[in-house]
């Protein structure tokens, strides 16, 4: 099957400090990459859709100045976060669309962010 | 607000018994999918189940969907400790920017 490949696993920063996660599609292309975002013990929300290309379409809530995506090629996508402090702890995941349905969304294994 | 809300939130059961968990959901959707996570880790996708279909079979794991309902049931048989993780249903509309929307989860634990 298709590889997501998501880096670094783990992260313990300063507070304040900007922290960019990588998203891959090792053997595919993927216009589209979605990220999540998931604190303990409860289930993956959506942040925001990645377009190649174009710029992020952000859900409701989520600072964009705050998380920054870029997707510059059709194998990456990043996000950042910016200006890091505690309360922005937390498992990050992406996933990576792969033939244009819902039915070929590939995920990373995700990185944790802890900001101290 | 999440488009699947899962029950239980937590299911703890002994090696060998099965495991039952529930997924309703909202909106109209085009499949509906099962993911298992362990504790810190990424998901791992276990069945997919299309709009048009009622029941789907891979090894010990069994989903139904009923949309008149809009829900649908996970099966694990004779569970194994390794089974212990947590599961979630997501579903997916492909007119809705091929996104997934993912339910609350439930924790199950095995007891060996």
């Known amino acids: 099957g298709a590889v997501v490949s998501q880096h670094p696993s783990w992260v313990i920063c300063k507070s304040g400090t900007s922290v960019k996660i990588e998203c891959r599609s090792l053997d595919f292309q993927a216009t589209t990459m979605f990220w999540y975002r998931q604190f303990p013990k409860q289930s993956l929300m959506l942040m925001a859709t990645?377009?190649?290309?174009?710029?992020?379409?952000?859900e409701q809530g989520v600072e964009k100045d705050k998380f920054l995506i870029n997707h510059a090629s059709l194998t990456l996508s990043t996000l950042t976060v910016t200006s890091a402090h505690p309360e922005d702890s937390s498992f990050y995941i992406c996933?990576?669309?792969?033939?244009?349905?819902?039915?070929?969304?590939?995920f990373g294994s995700g990185t944790q962010l802890s900001v101290l | 607000s999440q488009q699947g809300e899962e029950d239980p939130q937590a299911l703890s059961i002994q090696e060998g018994e099965n495991a039952t968990m529930n997924c309703s959901y909202k909106t109209s959707i085009n499949n509906l999918q099962w993911y298992r996570q362990n504790s810190g880790r990424g998901l791992v996708h276990l069945i997919l189940?299309?709009?048009?279909?009622r029941e789907k079979h891979s090894g010990r794991l069994r989903v139904t969907l009923d949309t008149s309902k809009k829900s649908s049931s996970l099966l694990i048989t004779a569970s194994r400790a390794a089974d212990t993780a947590s599961y979630f249903c997501a579903t997916g509309n492909n007119n809705a920017g091929n996104m997934l929307t993912f339910g609350g989860g439930t924790r199950l634990m095995v007891k060996p």
């Open positions: 990645s377009n190649e290309g174009s710029k992020a379409t952000y």
């Open positions: 189940i299309r709009s048009n279909e």
């Open positions: 996933s990576a669309e792969d033939g244009g349905t819902t039915e070929k969304l590939f």
